[in-house]
């Protein structure tokens, strides 16, 4: 049984007096412990798909079941506690909180979720100093670099131990190096917690370093 599992899904924008069709009866079935990439023209609905897979946004008409959890049928309140427990998000614009530090941020799921403050104390340095950052983890966003505020966002998608890692366009605002450097990080951290991912990217090397490439094109996924 898929680990992810979509069918039939539909979403659409009103644009002006127009509707405007994003997705189209897909289809996606995503093994666990994959890591699958997503390619397609900017403003083609991968981020769209994306949220609609993490319980950001709901769908016109389909079902996204994660595991045995039924996703489209969960009301508003089950389906943020969901999210909080099951699924990590990276996005491109890191969406840190300026005000809070590294390790504040990092916690700040576990805050949510009311966990003990020991164990987040140290899964919140755990975490940072796997991803390079145990030297920084009082630094507030702005004292940190394009990359090392996407390494803090890759340590936030992850306190909460989720099965499930979405990450969208990662690296589109990273320099190459910088991005090479994220890349290598989040293939290693896709092994070592055991993760399902889903990355939604331009850049071609990360999804050639993923186990299976889909393009979305006219709202629907095609093997690449």
């Given at each position: 049984?898929?680990?992810?599992?979509?069918?039939?899904?539909?979403?659409?924008?009103?644009?002006?007096?127009?509707?405007?069709?994003?997705?189209?009866d897909l289809d996606l079935e995503v093994a666990e412990g994959e890591m699958v990439a997503i390619v397609g023209a900017s403003g083609v609905?991968?981020?769209?798909?994306?949220?609609?897979?993490?319980?950001?946004?709901?769908?016109?008409?389909?079902?996204?079941?994660?595991?045995?959890?039924?996703?489209?049928?969960?009301?508003?309140?089950?389906?943020?506690?969901?999210?909080?427990?099951?699924?990590g998000f990276v996005f491109q614009f890191h969406h840190l909180l300026p005000e809070f530090d590294a390790a504040e941020n990092v916690a700040?799921?576990?805050?949510?979720?009311?966990?003990?403050?020991?164990?987040?104390?140290?899964?919140?340095?755990?975490?940072?100093?796997?991803?390079?950052?145990?030297?920084?983890?009082?630094?507030?966003?702005?004292?940190?670099?394009?990359?090392?505020?996407?390494?803090?966002?890759?340590?936030?998608?992850?306190?909460?131990?989720?099965?499930?890692?979405?990450?969208?366009?990662?690296?589109?605002?990273?320099?190459?190096?910088?991005?090479?450097?994220?890349?290598?990080?989040?293939?290693?951290?896709?092994?070592?917690?055991?993760?399902?991912?889903?990355?939604?990217?331009?850049?071609?090397?990360?999804?050639?370093?993923?186990?299976?490439?889909?393009?979305?094109?006219?709202?629907?996924?095609?093997?690449?």
């Amino acid at each position: 049984m898929p680990f992810v599992t979509v069918r039939g899904l539909n979403k659409s924008y009103v644009v002006g007096s127009q509707r405007l069709h994003v997705l189209r009866d897909l289809d996606l079935e995503v093994a666990e412990g994959e890591m699958v990439a997503i390619v397609g023209a900017s403003g083609v609905g991968k981020s769209t798909l994306l949220h609609l897979l993490g319980g950001l946004d709901r769908s016109d008409s389909g079902t996204v079941r994660i595991a045995d959890a039924d996703l489209t049928a969960m009301a508003d309140a089950s389906l943020v506690a969901f999210r909080n427990r099951n699924v990590g998000f990276v996005f491109q614009f890191h969406h840190l909180l300026p005000e809070f530090d590294a390790a504040e941020n990092v916690a700040m799921p576990m805050r949510i979720a009311r966990m003990a403050r020991d164990v987040t104390r140290q899964r919140t340095a755990e975490l940072l100093g796997r991803v390079g950052l145990g030297e920084r983890m009082a630094h507030r966003p702005g004292m940190l670099s394009g990359g090392e505020q996407q390494r803090v966002a890759v340590a936030r998608a992850l306190v909460m131990r989720p099965a499930l890692l979405l990450a969208d366009e990662p690296t589109g605002d990273l320099d190459e190096t910088t991005a090479e450097s994220l890349h290598h990080l989040l293939r290693e951290m896709h092994a070592e917690h055991r993760l399902t991912s889903i990355i939604a990217t331009h850049n071609l090397r990360l999804a050639g370093a993923c186990d299976r490439v889909l393009r979305l094109e006219r709202g629907m996924l095609h093997p690449v």
